[in-house]
């Protein structure tokens, strides 16, 4: 159960959302985690024939599984399930095949009460309760199923912040790390039958414990720190196993299952305690310079090397004006998200591409998990390595729902899963949408709080969504053709995305590249570099 805190603000209204977005997240079995917890739940009770039927019966109503489990819930623990009745309620309406009775009952979840009277036609009992309650009714209704592990990640960006606040006198900022404190702790008491796992920066752990609760060395054990690479096998073995799939899909029998990694290059990255991150970075390296020379060298070394830049792929290459006429944009007309989610997707993934791999600032794009509705189509994270792996979190969500509880529902979780604030700079939530908003009053106060916190909506034209669909068609066929590096190579020295009204807009645009230079694997990282990064923040 992976919890999300990236706006600690209100830290159990994001656990209420990280829990829903977990619980829709599909297994590698094809199932949804919320399935199999119902199913748990139903096998304690020896219902499952009965659950599994209903679960299989075509537009089945999904009320029907909460007739079959509240007697054998309230046999549990009858004031625990009476609490709790309206929790196990919602989870299975979301398994409606109704997309507005799974968009009230994925509100619900979150703490909002999108539609009293519809609620009570579903057979909810009261309006949703605090943020805080709702976690603790998914936590019991799991526990019924089995033990649960919940996986704290994404806080070294906030504790970094309330560093920084402190710092300046901020003291409403510098609280951040006391309420991450906090919300950690409750989390123990809270969840039943679980373990709660926190990954972060061992500086990340010193300050929250610094400026945390007492009882923090309590509920935690000590921690435990992950140190680089410091044995040969270890490192030999991370570079096999990236290298020998790729040799195998090719049919090649490479002369060592390193190759050309040798001896001496897998020694010294052991010798340096390199972190597994920056020994794959290091390889990535090599293997681009071998296709920019156009062969395969040894590798001797992955500390002081030097890799010499390709050049420049021509244009001609690659026709982007071609593309972008042919590219096929009727998708946009939808009142779906999934056309243009998936665009901007493939969109962001392509202005991370364009990042130099070489420098001091990382741009990594993150997908949301798969499910029937993500709180974002997903985030693009700066992670800035010299300022203590600082990052900056651009989310965007696609939104073209006229349903005014849909929009309401995702905007909603979009606000959550984002983190944005005025307290918090790094955080940034984008909203796409073609076309005027949903009628209402609660619409209009919703989209106010949006714009409040510092979000920003973006009705792309349609000539930018050509570009963009046309560079996912020309990246798809280059990767069919077995070009991908050398598309990649023309995207990194063109920086087309980038370049972008929708982009620019956005607040992430790029100027026009500067010239590449040779890049020396050893170089040191500097905080003011002649030609920087052209992302402008």
């Known amino acids: 159960m992976p919890l999300d805190v990236l706006g600690p603000t209100d830290f159990w209204r994001s656990a209420a959302l990280s829990f829903v977005t977990a619980l829709l997240q599909t297994m590698p079995d094809g199932r949804r985690q919320s399935d199999a917890v119902l199913a748990g739940v139903a096998r304690r009770f020896r219902v499952e024939r009965e659950v599994e039927a ?7 109503d999904a009320r029907r599984i909460v007739d079959v489990l509240v007697k054998a819930l309230m046999s549990v623990d009858a004031s625990r399930a009476l609490k709790h009745l309206d929790v196990f309620r919602a989870l299975c309406l979301l398994r409606s095949q109704n997309l507005e009775v799974v968009a009230l009952a994925h509100a619900w979840l979150q703490g909002y009460d999108a539609d009293p009277g519809q609620r009570a036609i579903l057979g909810f009992k009261t309006p949703p309760s605090a943020p805080v309650e709702l976690v603790r009714g998914m936590c019991w209704i799991m526990a019924l199923s089995g033990p649960t592990l919940v996986a704290v990640d994404q806080i070294d960006g906030l504790i970094e912040s309330s560093r920084l606040a402190a710092e300046n006198g901020l003291e409403a900022e510098a609280g951040l790390a006391e309420v991450l404190a906090a919300g950690l702790l409750e989390v123990n008491v809270v969840c039943d039958r679980s ?12 300050r929250l414990s610094a400026r945390g609760l007492k009882p923090m060395a309590d509920r935690f054990g000590e921690p435990t720190g992950l140190l680089g690479m410091n044995k040969r096998s270890a490192a030999a073995n991370l570079i096999a196993g990236r290298l020998g799939p790729a040799f195998a899909e090719a049919g090649f029998t490479p002369p060592s299952p390193t190759w050309p990694f040798n001896e001496r290059a897998i020694t010294q990255a052991a ?6 991150r920056t020994l794959l970075m290091r390889c990535d390296t090599f293997r681009r310079h071998c296709l920019a020379a156009g062969a395969v060298t040894a590798c001797d070394s992955v500390i002081e090397a030097a890799v010499a830049s390709p050049d420049p792929v021509p244009a001609a290459e690659f026709d982007l004006a071609a593309a972008a006429a042919q590219a096929d944009i009727a998708g946009i007309r939808s009142d779906e998200d999934i056309w243009l989610g998936q665009l901007l997707r493939d969109a962001f993934d392509l202005y991370a591409l364009e990042d130099d791999p070489d420098d001091a600032l990382d741009v990594a794009s993150k997908g949301e998990p798969d499910q029937k509705i993500p709180p974002l189509h997903g985030r693009l994270i700066f992670i800035h390595r010299e300022e203590n792996d600082r990052e900056r979190h651009v989310c965007y969500r696609a939104l073209q729902h006229q349903n005014a509880i849909a929009f309401q529902a995702r905007l909603r979780a979009a606000l959550t899963a984002s983190g ?4 918090i700079p790094d955080r940034e939530l984008l909203l796409v949408r073609r076309g005027s908003m949903p009628g209402g009053a609660k619409t209009k106060q919703l989209v106010d709080a949006f714009t409040a916190a510092g979000g920003k909506l973006i009705d792309p034209s349609d000539a930018d969504l050509r570009i963009l669909a046309g560079l996912r068609d020309l990246r798809a066929k280059a990767q069919a053709e077995g070009d991908a590096d050398t598309f990649e190579r023309w995207l990194r020295t063109e920086q087309p995305v980038g370049r972008t009204h929708f982009f620019e807009t956005a607040g992430i645009g790029r100027a026009r590249p500067c010239p590449r230079r040779t890049l020396l694997l050893h170089r040191p990282r500097r905080r003011h570099d002649p030609c920087p990064n052209p992302v402008r923040t």
């Open 54 to 60: 209903a679960f299989n019966t075509p537009n089945m």
């Open 195 to 206: 373990m709660t796992v926190v990954a972060c920066l061992e500086d990340s752990w010193e």
């Open 271 to 276: 010798e340096a305690n390199m972190m597994p």
């Open 420 to 423: 944005i604030s005025t307290r």
